[in-house]
């Protein structure tokens, strides 16, 4: 079965390409990065292609969603050249680059669950104000010991502040920037969302609707897409670990009748020069 299979079925390029939207350059570009084996040549040169490299090509496609191009790349040229191993290292990454926005999204709701309405409502004392302890200015600090506790650099916030994103005010005897709570609470959210992978235009009107009345909703909707999207990529990591099964299973039955299939000859390690559209390009 499995030689028939493989053997005696012959595609175009066409054939792997129209089922996917796909160009015939696309499906060249593909094979030639290694993401698909190589094809077998026609005495008059022209590729043909077998249902296998159509499971390849699915398998790649599906692997798109929750890896990403680069390592959904890295993942079919590891198996295309048979070291599963370090194709299954390259999964083993991307979930935990998944983990790891999931901890980030539930701490980014930490804090905004910190942030109740009380969180905007404490009176801020003027400049040169000391203010008992425990208030917002007995609370204040300055650029260095903030940036130390986000583990970022000071100029980083001050690109935020360039940005809008948080206003200390200036010590009126030294100039230093002073912090005051709802700054080092806007600080905080700032850095949480940038891990999130939002940018900073993006998080301005966020942290601007969190200094009005209104305040937390935002947020809660832009977490809410986050949530949605981290929850699509987890989907998609898995229909992309089920077609990467199949194509296995199918590479193991034609490899008892084919056995030089996929071995390091027959997969390119780089894209081979010449015009039209490289391997990055994408349904």
């Known amino acids: 079965m499995g030689e028939n299979l493989q053997s005696r079925t012959r595609l175009r390029p066409i054939d792997l ?23 077998e040549r026609t005495e008059s ?29 890295g993942i079919m040229r590891a198996v295309n050249r048979g070291a599963a191993d370090e194709a299954f290292l390259l999964i083993d990454e991307s979930h935990a680059q998944l983990l790891e ?16 309405p009380e969180a905007g409502e404490s009176e801020v004392t003027g400049p040169g104000e000391s203010g008992p302890p425990g208030s917002p200015a007995a609370t204040a600090t300055f650029i260095g010991p903030l940036a130390d506790r986000l583990s970022i650099r000071p100029a980083t916030l001050r690109k935020w502040e360039v940005a809008g994103l948080v206003r200390p005010r200036r010590d009126p005897l030294t100039g230093y920037r002073v912090y005051g709570e709802a700054d080092v609470r806007d600080a905080r ?22 200094r009005t009345v209104g305040g937390l909703a935002p947020l809660e909707t832009a977490l809410t897409d986050w949530r949605a999207r981290l929850a699509a990529r987890g989907r998609a990591l898995l229909t992309g670990a089920a077609e990467l099964d199949a194509y296995l299973r199918k590479r193991e039955e034609a490899q008892a009748h084919l056995p030089e299939l996929g071995t390091p000859s027959d997969s390119p390690q780089g894209v081979a020069g010449g015009s039209g559209p490289g391997p990055s390009a994408t349904p």
């Open 17 to 39: 390409a129209r089922p996917h939207g796909l160009s015939t350059q696309a499906v060249r570009n593909y094979e030639e990065a290694g993401i698909l084996p190589a094809a």
């Open 45 to 73: 040169g022209y590729r043909t292609y077998s249902p296998l490299h159509a499971r390849a090509l699915a398998t790649f496609l599906a692997l798109l969603p929750g890896h990403g191009h680069p390592t959904a790349t």
């Open 101 to 116: 926005d999931r901890r980030t999204l539930r701490a980014v709701e930490s804090a905004l669950h910190d942030l109740g």
């Open 189 to 210: 959210l700032v850095h949480q969302l940038r891990r999130g992978g939002y940018l900073l235009e993006q998080i301005a009107p966020l942290i601007d609707q969190v």
